[in-house]
């Protein structure tokens, strides 16, 4: 074997390479190969999205660079990265520093890596066990990454105390002055105690419960973590909290900047494999935060060991096209006050950071006499980017989610029509805010003061369509804000359900201009189809929060009837129209799919049907629909007189066309009635004899129904 050979500009040495890949994830790799090898990296998100695969997006993502992007570095900086994998962060690191040295066990993943970053030519890319190439690594390094790397202690060393030593081995290659930088999983995540599988093992509690002496892998506390630090002398240590986690963080906190009250909502996704739901994640960490006890239960720590930094917070908005890519840190100035910055992350988006500055002139001259501050923007050509004062208060949102969970509707009412005043000063100025979002929205006392105007255009945009928006985004935040009705406040403010959905259509554009048509991580988390598994012991336990009364469950009875552990809720729950679409993915074996479509009494229509893509409705396919404990009032309709309705789809047809894989897609519109309305709907409802069938009934009583459940829906409107 050839010691060193080139790929583009990349050296690969294996010098130390053993001849086998100790590590692997299969033959993915050989599709990762592929990718890299024909497609070029603006491509990588459209495979992303069309592959559907964890894997490829955990591997390809660009987001997975954001744990080292925020890093102030020199660009003459030499860096060291252990276990550089497929490469998703030697390619940044190699475009924030001089030099760059990886190491990694595997052959097949070092040359995906040099292959995505073949232009890198200050990148050489060591090929085996670390603990045989570290006596060839030089001792002047500037940084030293362990990115996921750390927990694998045991098995880059292999002796007693190996993270110690591992810790010791490192700090002799990092010169005076230098960092060393560690990203892992914290033991006590908050997420693995609500039921996540422990990432290394995919077992449940495997970390809160204490690993075996044996596991491949192993991660820490908090505490644990400074006992090691400790061990080895270095007590010059700073920890982050990179939020969901350290593989496709979106926000990064510090001890010095810890997230407030309502910041933490994307709690749910789980991309590797399937989780459960114990409990509301936001809800425990809002508590937790409250008692000052976030650090212990974040799900990752970045630690730097070494001299620290000035950013204490950073927020990724790299979801977007490239002309809207940008990060947004919260510093600390050389006079040891907070100062805001918003950096391009692309060259790009230069233009968008920049205009900023207008943004902020344009406002000013706005709201001059009235009641909201702008605040200030400037900006640092030599930086390149756009800095602002930090502003302390408390966000309006917060303050509304108090009312809220105090049942203190008039306190709520009070803010709204205090929102509402504000912001129809010169309403007919050509300058608007797009979103002018309750969150971004700072109170401190008397004084309100706009924090964040990224999205300002040249044109008047009236204050009730402002109004709608952002009640909208405040409502899809966080379920429990649905507790209040906004209709009350669109029949003040003069909005109709026509303009509304106007409305609706131009936020959807709007997404789309934003994200350049790419799909969100919601979105692509659907894609991957990961299940999410609600006990029911859970949820009966739990009256207020844990189970909204419109929640919809799934079973699929594969043959063993239905199960508990295996049914699925949907992240896919009503619109504001009480409209659901449900994608249901169905392997061959499976013999009846069961929809619970609430856990109320309620009346509920099927929109549409569909079995791969052919019309149940239209009798394209033969499934036998079934309200189990419901009765028929038209011929797509049920009402259920129970709190526990459900909907049964046979699929034993011998003309079913079923194939390894299928989507049964069913859309439904679903309104919950009062349970006495339910019963005088159904008792109401005649016998159906066998010599009079089914359709006869419906004919005779499917207007008069239709006709009440109108009555009672326009009814309870009006209340």
């Not at 073949?118 to 362990?146: A, K, M």
């Not at 098995?155 to 010169?175: Q, V």
């Not at 990060?327 to 233009?351: C, M, N, Q, S, V």
């Not at 359900?497 to 979105?523: C, H, P, W």
Request: hydrophobic content about 35%; some cysteine.
């Amino acid at each position: 074997m050839q010691e060193e050979i080139k790929i583009g500009e990349v050296t690969l040495n294996f010098k130390h390479y053993s001849g086998v890949d100790l590590y692997s994830d299969g033959a993915i790799e050989n599709d990762l190969l592929d990718i890299v090898k024909n497609h070029k990296k603006e491509e990588y998100q459209k495979i992303i999205e069309e592959k559907a695969n964890w894997p490829i997006l955990y591997h390809l993502s660009d987001q997975r660079a954001n744990i080292v992007e925020w890093i102030p570095m020199d660009p003459k900086a030499k860096v060291l990265e252990v276990g550089s994998g497929c490469g998703a962060i030697t390619g940044m690191l190699s475009s924030k520093a001089g030099e760059v040295v990886a190491c990694d066990l595997s052959r097949r993943r070092s040359e995906i890596n040099a292959t995505r970053n073949q232009e890198c030519s200050n990148v050489t890319i060591h090929v085996g066990n670390f603990r045989d190439i570290e006596p060839d690594l030089p001792n002047d390094f500037d940084y030293i990454f362990l990115i996921g790397v750390f927990e694998y202690g045991q098995g880059y060393i292999g002796t007693d105390n190996p993270y110690e030593k591992f810790l010791r081995m490192l700090s002799r290659h990092m010169k005076k002055g230098g960092r060393l930088v560690i990203a892992i999983e914290n033991r006590l995540g908050l997420k693995y105690f609500a039921g996540c599988a422990e990432d290394h093992l995919g077992t449940y509690f495997t970390g809160i419960e204490g690993y075996s002496p044996d596991s491949v892998a192993k991660t820490f506390t908090r505490n644990g973590l400074i006992n090691i630090f400790k061990k080895c002398g270095m007590n010059d240590y700073h920890f982050y909290y990179p939020y969901p986690d350290y593989k496709l963080m979106t926000l990064l906190h510090s001890d010095s900047y810890l997230p407030k009250f309502g910041e933490l909502q994307d709690n749910v996704r789980n991309f590797d494999r399937d989780r459960m739901v114990l409990f509301n994640e936001k809800h425990a960490y809002e508590d937790l935060i409250k008692d000052g006890m976030y650090q212990d239960f974040a799900n990752s720590f970045l630690v730097i060991l070494g001299p620290g930094v000035d950013t204490i917070y950073s927020k990724y908005s790299n979801d977007r096209v490239d002309e809207f890519k940008i990060r947004t840190d919260i510093a600390i100035d050389r006079a040891g006050r907070k100062i805001i910055k918003k950096y391009p992350l692309t060259e790009a988006a230069k233009e968008h950071v920049f205009g900023i500055r207008d943004a902020y002139l344009g406002l000013v001259e706005k709201f001059r006499g009235g009641d909201l501050e702008i605040n200030d923007c400037q900006l640092d050509e030599k930086e390149g980017c756009a800095i602002f004062s930090f502003v302390n208060g408390v966000p309006l949102s917060s303050l509304l989610d108090e009312c809220i969970d105090k049942d203190d509707f008039e306190g709520f009412n009070a803010l709204i029509n205090e929102y509402y005043r504000r912001i129809k000063y010169k309403e007919d100025y050509p300058v608007s805010d797009y979103d002018l979002i309750f969150s971004n929205i700072m109170v401190n006392g008397p004084i309100w003061t706009i924090i964040d105007y990224e999205w300002t255009y040249g044109k008047c945009i009236p204050a009730k369509e402002q109004m709608w928006r952002a009640l909208y985004c405040y409502r899809l935040e966080d379920r429990k804000r649905e507790s209040f009705d906004p209709k009350p406040i669109f029949n003040k403010i003069g909005i109709t359900e026509k303009e509304i959905q106007v409305l609706l259509d131009e936020e959807y554009a709007f997404q789309k201009y934003v994200t350049g048509n790419r799909k969100s991580m919601v979105e692509i988390w659907k894609d991957i189809g990961r299940k999410v598994i609600v006990p029911k012991e859970v949820t009966l336990g739990a009256q207020n929060a844990a189970r909204p009364a419109d929640l919809i469950q799934i079973y699929l009875d594969e043959g063993e009837g239905y199960s508990e552990d295996e049914s699925i809720f949907p992240e896919e729950q009503y619109d504001e129209k009480n409209t659901v679409n449900l994608d249901i993915r169905v392997d061959s074996n499976c013999k009846t799919v069961r929809i619970d479509p609430a856990f109320a009494s309620c009346v509920v229509t099927i929109v549409d049907a569909s079995w791969n893509g052919t019309s149940i409705s239209e009798g394209g396919a033969d499934i036998d629909i079934h309200p189990v404990n419901g009765q028929w009032i038209s011929d797509d309709s049920f009402v259920f007189n129970s709190d526990d309705p459900n909907i049964e789809f046979n699929l034993t047809s011998n003309k079913l066309s079923i194939q390894e894989r299928n989507h049964l897609k069913v859309s439904l519109l679903t309104t919950l009635i009062p349970r006495n309305a339910a019963d005088a709907i159904a008792n109401s409802i005649p016998e159906v004899t066998v010599a009079e069938p089914k359709e006869n009934i419906i004919k005779k009583i499917g207007k008069k129904i239709i006709s009440k459940r109108e009555e009672l829906y326009y009814k309870d409107d009006e209340e």
